[in-house]
């Protein structure tokens, strides 16, 4: 997902510090905030305002699988996959940051206070 969709600027930033257990905290607390900037904004694309149920079927339609890898700043989700319907439903509208892993390097939902939006290749 980082070498993916992240900009370069702040791709090493993100390499660097999410593997790190002691770091990574330093990245996920900033996903309140994501900003559509640190993302490569060729695969930026806008989310219409749907259901959670609708966000899944938008997302499998476009080769999420059942399950999707999570990076949230609530530390009881990050780094866990869990059922995407689940997943959305526990970050939409909560005034949370995460990003949803759909298809690895290809798809990933990012969820903030500022937004939402679908990073697709």
């Known amino acids: 997902m980082v070498r ?4 370069r600027e702040r791709r090493e930033r993100f390499l660097e510090l999410l593997p790190n257990p002691k770091r990574r905290r330093d990245i996920t ?18 989310v219409p305002n749907l259901t959670n149920q609708g966000l899944a079927k938008l997302l499998r339609a476009k080769g999420a699988r059942d399950t999707c890898w ?6 009881d989700m990050d780094g866990r996959e869990m059922e995407l ?9 909560r005034d949370m940051g995460a990003i949803l892993c759909c298809v690895p390097g ?13 990073l697709e290749k």
């Open 70 to 75: 999570v990076i949230s700043e609530f530390n």
């Open 85 to 93: 319907l689940f997943a959305l439903d526990e970050v939409v509208g």
């Open 29 to 46: 607390r900033l996903l309140a905030h994501a900003n559509p900037n640190w993302f490569d904004s060729r695969f930026v694309k806008q």
């Open 106 to 118: 290809k798809l990933a939902f990012v969820e903030s206070e500022d937004g939402r939006f679908i």
């Open 4 to 7: 993916a969709f992240i900009v």
